[in-house]
Every structure is written in structure tokens, then in C-alpha cells.
């Protein structure tokens, strides 16, 4: 069984920046993709970023465009997602994903992020 242990998110004024980080607990292999999502109150989860682990790349859902930066430490099972200029449709807990061997699916605990002034 994989965990993953998110950390950083927290409440932030808007225009603010946030990093998140999620490592997955174990010694794991076969990782295929890293990624983020967000689910905001009375809303479904949504995309915000992927990366793939073998090549980096990246795909990004279009209201965080130029915005989020997702990135990852292959050597330390670790993926991060740089959030910049934040607004208050931002706000939502943030769930890491990880794809192994293309079947396997685990999801972080989630992270609450807050945009508020």
C-alpha cells in the first residue's frame, strides 16, 4: 500500500503564492505519472496538473495556466506544485495522485488551500 503525505497548503491572501508537496511514503516503483487535483465545496474534483515521471510532461487544466508550476524529484518520489497570483476560486483541497504501472491509482490525503483576504 502507498501513501502519500501532502504538505503546504494553508490560507493565503489573494495574489499570493503557495507550494505544495506530496512524497509518496514508501519505496515505490513503476510510478507512470504524479499529479495534482483540486475539489472545491458543493463541486466535483477537478484536474490541475500532471507530469509524467519518464519524460516531464506536463499538462495543465486552463484557469491555472501561467499560474501553477507541477514538478518532480524522481529520486525522492516527490512531486510539487508551485501556485502563483492566487485567487479566491483557488480555494479547495488539493488531493496528489499517483499512477503506478499505468493500473494502480492512490490519492493523498488532501490539503486545504485557502484564498481569502
Known amino acids: 500500500q502507498v501513501q502519500l503525505v501532502e504538505s503546504g497548503g494553508g490560507l493565503v491572501r489573494p495574489g499570493g503564492s503557495l507550494r505544495l508537496s506530496c512524497a509518496a511514503s514508501?519505496?515505490?516503483?513503476?510510478?507512470?505519472?504524479m499529479g495534482w487535483y483540486r475539489q472545491a465545496p458543493g463541486k466535483q474534483r477537478e484536474l490541475v496538473a500532471t507530469?509524467?515521471?519518464?519524460?516531464?510532461?506536463?499538462n495543465y487544466a486552463d484557469s491555472v495556466k501561467g499560474r501553477f508550476t507541477i514538478s518532480r524529484d524522481n529520486a525522492k518520489n516527490t512531486v510539487y506544485l508551485q501556485m502563483i497570483n492566487l485567487k479566491p476560486e483557488d480555494t479547495a483541497v488539493y488531493y496528489c495522485?499517483?499512477?503506478?504501472?499505468?493500473?494502480?491509482?492512490?490519492w493523498g490525503q488532501g490539503t486545504q488551500v485557502t484564498v481569502s483576504s
Open positions: 507530469i509524467t515521471n519518464r519524460d516531464g510532461i506536463t
Open positions: 495522485k499517483v499512477v503506478i504501472l499505468n493500473i494502480l491509482t492512490y
Open positions: 514508501d519505496r515505490v516503483s513503476g510510478i507512470n505519472s
